[in-house]
C-alpha cells in the first residue's frame, strides 16, 4: 500500500495507483469564513472517503486558516474523476469559490510471473 500526496498544485492531473493505495489531497481552507472544501458529486464506489479533518494552522491565531485534508483509498480497479469544491454549505454550487480535480486510473497491479 502506497500514499499519494496531492496539493493544490496537482488540480486537473491524472494519477495513476494500485488498489489499497491511499490519496491525501491537502488544501488551503479558513473555515471561520464559512467556506469549506466539500465533496463535488458522488465518489465512485471504487474509492473510499477515509476521512476529511481540518488542521489548524498552528500560527493562525483566533479565526485564521489551516489545511483541509481528505483521505480517499482505493478499492478496485477504476477509471473515474474526484471533485471537490469549496463553498459554504448553504449556497448553491455556483457559488463555489474554489475547484479541485484530479483524474484517477486505479490499476491492478502487474501479474507475478
Known amino acids: 500500500m502506497a500514499e499519494l500526496l496531492l496539493t493544490e498544485a496537482d488540480d486537473a492531473k491524472s494519477v495513476v495507483v494500485q ?45 485564521g486558516g489551516g489545511t483541509r485534508i481528505f483521505v480517499v483509498q482505493a478499492e478496485q480497479p477504476v477509471v473515474t474523476t474526484l471533485r471537490l469544491k469549496l463553498q459554504r454549505s448553504w449556497e448553491q454550487d455556483d457559488a ?9 486510473n486505479v490499476e491492478a497491479p502487474p501479474e507475478a510471473c
Open 19 to 63: 488498489p489499497g493505495d491511499r490519496i491525501v489531497i491537502q488544501l488551503a481552507e479558513n473555515p471561520t469564513t464559512g467556506f469549506l472544501w466539500m465533496l463535488d458529486g458522488a465518489v465512485d464506489p471504487s474509492l473510499s472517503v477515509l476521512s476529511s479533518d481540518f488542521l489548524p494552522d498552528p500560527a493562525g491565531g483566533v479565526g
Open 96 to 104: 463555489a469559490i474554489g475547484r479541485f480535480r484530479v483524474d484517477l
